[in-house]
């Protein structure tokens, strides 16, 4: 039987799908891609790690922790298939810390996950989805990110560096380990950065401390102040819009007042 020769991932996210036809969200099936690309995915009880990728010459296989959701599977396979491309034949081990989470001071793993989020969420597919919600909120995330397959955090991090929501800013908190990490848009000013420290007037704080409280609903307003201790910041108001995230913590996405980020 003859073998067909694996398709070059050296191509780039963009060019890969467009090399297999794939133009709609629907149709980028991340299992399908990694095999033409050479390599098959195979679900295990890993002990090590969430994902991990070993190969030689251009044919490898991805081991995958079993049992996991479906949205993280499908991002630790373009993660991986981000190791691939850039590092073809090594063995590379990722723990669940190490995907989706676009480390700083990591620049290995930070991009394996722009190169998950670049296949999963091409930006001009992505960027049209987005079009549909002038406002970044949570039913917002929620709709992309079932058009999408991806996780609601995923998802958030992809619209926030999509240029289209200049103000809006998200953190992720987890209960034990105090503030974990943010990400705001581009024009955000560095000035801007959240509070060591949980307001007890933020909705995020009642989420982490309060197992009976409930995701809200829609973004509400708070002052600035709660979420930054800048010079000026309780001059102006925000909205905040916090749910939870399972075995993540809480997230929360900020939308700052435009004067704020000087619009
Ligand atoms: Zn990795």
Redesign the pocket.
């Known amino acids: 039987m003859k073998r067909i020769d694996p398709i070059p991932t050296n191509l780039g996210p963009e060019a890969l799908l467009r090399s297999l036809g794939i133009v709609a969200p629907e149709d980028i099936d991340i299992e399908a891609i990694a095999f033409y690309s050479g390599l098959r995915v195979r679900r295990r009880r890993l002990k090590c790690c969430e994902?991990m990728i070993t190969g030689k010459g251009n044919r490898g296989i991805i081991f995958l922790q079993e049992g996991s959701m479906a949205t993280r599977q499908r991002f630790s396979i373009a993660?991986?298939l981000g190791?691939w491309a850039t590092d073809r034949g090594q063995t590379?081990a990722?723990r669940s810390s190490?995907?989706g989470k676009f480390l700083k001071g990591n620049e290995?793993?930070r991009a394996?996950d722009q190169y998950a989020a670049d296949i999963l969420m091409p930006w001009s597919m992505f960027k049209d989805a987005c079009r549909k919600h002038p406002r970044l909120d949570l039913n917002a995330v929620k709709a992309v990110a079932s058009e999408f397959k991806c996780s609601h955090t995923a998802t958030l991090i992809r619209m926030i560096d999509s240029d289209l929501y200049p103000n809006a800013m998200m953190i992720q908190h987890h209960a034990e380990r105090g503030r974990k990490w943010f990400r705001a848009a581009k024009k955000v000013p560095g000035y801007w950065f959240p509070r060591d420290d949980l307001d007890v007037d933020s909705f995020a704080f009642e989420l982490l401390n309060d197992p009976t409280a409930r995701d809200e609903g829609f973004p509400r307003k708070i002052g600035a102040d709660a979420w930054f201790n800048t010079k000026g910041a309780d001059r102006y108001e925000i909205t905040e819009q916090s749910f939870r995230v399972p075995d993540e913590g809480v997230v929360t996405i900020l939308r700052l007042h435009e004067a704020m980020i000087g619009l």
């Open positions: 994902a993660h991986e190791h590379v990722c190490e995907i290995v793993e394996a």
